[in-house]
């Protein structure tokens, strides 16, 4: 499925989620403008980006997409937006109770709270004016906070950080394959790669990784993109009816490696 | 409301989509009645996280804010 057509049956609410969006407070954002930074981050060169979250800011989960109109979505569908909205219910339903098993899943201390605090946009976009629409020409993307933040690195002379320059790596690169319509559950494991090293098989259910409820495939790769490598991520794993433990291996070069 | 679906998905599509795209002339009076269309529908709190904080405190529920 391509992401507008997703993202249509997000807005409409398709008849297989629209008793689980009843359930929350849904806010749709077409602008960047003044984007809490210290709250939402994400590869902001996303097509579709979707947080699940508590009144008091802490986040439940992530989901998201970077596919284009006419391409086939690799990580979303309505099956596996459904079960992470699920999901997050669940995980609301626990809170505050499971608090700490959601730290990891918090934003990190950034540089820039708002987009129009890079320089780049600042200049260009002036100060945010507030909540709604702003006009037309004014109207800050999300790939362009993407942008802002490699210039920032390229006026200040430093050296890029992988991170920035390849974020959000799908776990394919590490050899692990996950199904589009499930949370995040192992679809295919690619030979001789990480990920088989590792032990992972078809059908494994990753539950939860660094001690995080894993609810998508982008909770995966919020993980993984935020590891510190070369790391092994400790990856709680439903098998067959049975939990085990597996560790997920990523190099020092593991963005840049396939497999 | 599927009958005002079109002018909301095409304008909300606008944001991450491609450059050429973003800079056609337009987009602010498609932005605009995406906004009044998505009000009107009230499905969706349109572009004001504020008010969707304020609304999922009142209610305790959880938020679900969808950037696109």
Redesign the interface.
């Known amino acids: 499925m391509d992401c507008?057509s997703f993202?249509?049956q997000?807005?409409?609410?398709d008849p297989k989620v629209q008793k689980l969006?009843d359930?929350?407070?849904?806010?749709?954002?077409?602008?960047?403008n003044g984007m809490?930074l210290t709250l939402?981050q994400?590869d902001y060169?996303?097509?579709?980006?979707?947080?699940?979250?508590?009144?008091d800011?802490t986040i439940?989960g992530r989901y998201a997409s970077r596919t284009?109109?006419r391409q086939t979505s690799q990580g979303t569908g309505i099956e596996s937006f459904g079960k992470a909205?699920t999901a997050?219910?669940e995980l609301?339903r626990g809170y505050p109770a499971n608090k700490s098993s959601l730290a990891g899943k918090q934003p990190l201390p950034v540089s820039h709270k708002i987009p129009e605090d890079y320089p780049t946009l600042a200049a260009r976009f002036g100060r945010p004016a507030g909540?709604?629409?702003v006009?037309?020409?004014n109207?800050i993307?999300?790939?362009q906070i993407s942008q802002a933040q490699k210039k920032d690195f390229e006026g200040a002379k430093r050296d890029m950080p992988l991170q920035l320059k390849l974020p959000y790596p799908m776990p394919e690169i590490f050899g692990l394959g996950l199904d589009p319509k499930e949370k995040a559950k192992v679809s295919r494991v690619w030979d001789g790669t990480s990920a088989a090293r590792d032990g992972f098989k078809v059908g494994d259910e990753i539950l939860t990784l660094d001690g995080q409820p894993m609810i998508s495939i982008a909770d995966v790769q919020w993980v993984t993109h935020n590891a510190k490598p070369p790391a092994q991520l400790k990856a709680e794993v439903l098998r067959a009816g049975k939990r085990i433990t597996l560790p997920i291996t990523l190099a020092s070069d593991w963005r840049k490696a396939p497999r | 409301m599927?009958a005002r679906?079109p002018a909301?998905?095409a304008?909300?599509?606008?944001?991450?989509?491609?450059?050429q795209l973003?800079a056609q002339e337009?987009?602010?009076?498609l932005?605009?009645a995406?906004?009044a269309e998505?009000a009107a529908a009230g499905?969706?709190?349109?572009?004001?996280?504020?008010?969707?904080?304020a609304?999922?405190?009142r209610?305790?529920?959880?938020?679900?804010?969808?950037?696109?």
């Open positions: 507008q993202d249509e997000v807005v409409r609410r969006l359930q929350f407070v849904c806010v749709r954002i077409v602008q960047a809490d939402f994400f060169d996303l097509t579709f980006a979707a947080f699940m979250l508590n009144a800011r439940y284009g109109r909205l997050a219910l609301h909540a709604g629409v006009a037309d020409r109207c993307h999300c790939h | 599927p679906l909301l998905l304008t909300a599509t606008l944001l991450v989509a491609a450059p973003i337009g987009r602010g009076g932005l605009a995406d906004r998505a499905h969706w709190i349109y572009n004001d996280l504020p008010k969707g904080f609304d999922a405190q209610t305790g529920k959880p938020m679900l804010v969808v950037f696109r």
